[in-house]
């Protein structure tokens, strides 16, 4: 990449993990708030859920938005609402305060995810942006590595004060992005030969398949991750610092594997086979989940779980950039649009469960990613038939 492409995804990166740093910052006092306002854990679902419902009606929208109106734009309109969202969080002293912060948080993430991927995807050529697909998800990965362990720092001056510093974190985002990111060039790329275009795409194997794994992946991993640090509070009496421990040394391995082994992994086995591989490894983990009791082993499972799917998200993003061709807006809504779907029904279904047996959101968990490992058998690459993807 020469100068004028770097510094953008440069911006854009340091953009994306200030947004997860603000993210992150606020899951070790998640427990204790809870807690303080006496909400189950199948209430906390429903919070969790109420974010991706919302992320799932903006993100169709969003998507056409940001084809439409420019990346820039629609990146500059989520940070300020993700800004508003957390700040409201922050004051937030019932649940309808907490509903309405959730609900405008996920708006702020259908405009800006898309938004950000269709502008690294605008900025890099096919060879290059897989290594650029795989420092957004670090830049992500990072976010939530540091985060956590500043929440818990934050924490001490009151439960409240990491929302109040992510709602902060989202304010410079924005300030950068006004005054240092310019709207992209976009690539005049030709879509596969024979797909449609718009809304009829879905329906083609070759998108409809990948958009299922992105749900099923989704609706697996939510349904226990937005109740872990409730897991780990009331099954081991694991503290904030624990967690954030727990979370900080996952992303970090996640980084790694993203900076480093990514891009080398995508062109050694395809995206296909390495979305199968992570899929398979994250099932193996959460089932570990289950059976482990010691704190040291808690913490190494808990490490490594998400390693398969810091693996598998940029993989997907990178085989939807690329058969895309000039709707990349409209890919890029639909990953985050079925991304949503599985967020709103997993916690739910995960709070569900868990108040009945801890454990129960886990095994759920294995059976759904289970259930997408078979999805991939059947899972073809266009480039090696294209013939798969003409009605």
Known sequence: ?????????????????????????????????????????????????????LQLLASPISGKWVDRYGRKRMILIGLVIFAFSEFLFGIGQGVVVLFLSRMLGGISAAFIMPAVTAYIADITSIEYRPKALGYMSAAISTGFIIGPGIGGFLANFGTRVPFFFAAGFALVAFVMSVFLLGEPERHQEEQIAGTPTGWKRILIPVYLISFIIIFITSFGLSSFESLFSLFADRNFGFTPKDIAIMITGGGVLGAIFQVVLFDHLLKWIGEVRLIRYSLIFSTVMVFFMTIVHDYYAILLVTITIFIGFDLMRPAVTNYLSRIAGKEQ??????????????????PVIGGLLFDVDLNYPFYFAAITLAIGIGITFVWKDPEADPSIIRD
């Open 329 to 346: 807006g409209f890919a890029a809504g639909m990953n985050s649009m079925f991304t949503s779907i599985g967020n709103v029904l997993g």
């Open 1 to 53: 990449m020469d100068k004028k492409q770097t510094i953008p995804l440069i911006i854009v990166l340091i953009n994306l993990f200030l947004i997860f740093l603000g993210i992150s910052l606020v899951i070790p006092v998640v427990p204790t708030i809870m807690n303080e306002l006496h909400l189950s854990g199948s209430m906390v679902g429903y919070l969790v859920a109420a974010f991706a419902f």
